[in-house]
């Protein structure tokens, strides 16, 4: 699981290297921070998921801010105490305006065209990019839009179908092909 570690320090260094991490295709991190926003987008009351998505880029949200949003919860969900402080906080207003747009979307299209959707619009697919190995992130993105169009010419095309899907790969009961380094 530090293969990435080594890979990266060594890179820095100017040191050439390539070494397989073996790592599933749902332990990359880009995969990981869209599945988050695919759960998020299928139901906003994942606490955990939607908390590492408003701590990440491109909304980095401060410990401050988000203890702010759970003061305002009415409930258990922190999602309740987002939408709240997203009308007198830009970074949450934002958030928030990005997940409606892509919850209603979803309602009309497959996982692949969401996904593709999230691919083209997201500022977090963007961060993604510009993040270290952008590349190769990129690359298991795309891969993540072809995985889901095999997955609905099964004929299932619900996204808490494909989440439930992708929970048997990151269990390791099936196997998906992941981006190579370049």
């Known amino acids: 699981k530090t293969v990435h570690i080594y890979k990266k320090e060594l890179t820095k260094a100017g040191i050439p290297i390539d070494a397989k991490d073996d790592g599933t295709y749902t332990d990359n991190y880009e995969i990981k921070q869209m599945l988050a926003l695919l759960r998020i987008i299928d139901n906003p009351y994942y606490n955990c998921e939607l908390m590492s998505l408003l701590t990440l880029p491109p909304y980095c949200m401060s410990p401050d ?26 970074t949450a207003e934002r958030f928030c305006a990005e997940l409606d747009r892509f919850r209603e979307f979803a309602a009309e299209h497959s996982v692949e065209q969401l996904i593709r959707f999230i691919y083209d619009e997201s500022e977090l697919v963007s961060a993604i990019q510009a993040s270290y190995d952008g590349d190769k992130r990129d690359s298991n993105l795309k891969l993540l839009i ?6 609905s010419e099964n004929g299932i095309r619900g996204l808490y179908d494909f989440l439930r899907y ?14 190579s380094s370049a």
């Not at 939408?83 to 830009?90: G, L």
């Not at 072809?146 to 997955?151: L, Y």
């Not at 929970?167 to 092909?177: A, F, K, P, Q």
């Open 65 to 90: 801010e988000m203890a702010q949003v759970k003061l305002l919860c009415t409930s258990s969900s922190l999602y309740t105490g987002l939408r709240r402080f997203a009308e007198e906080n830009p």
């Open 146 to 151: 072809s995985h889901a169009r095999c997955f």
């Open 166 to 179: 992708m929970d048997m790969v990151s269990s390791g009961g099936i196997s998906l092909e992941q981006a």
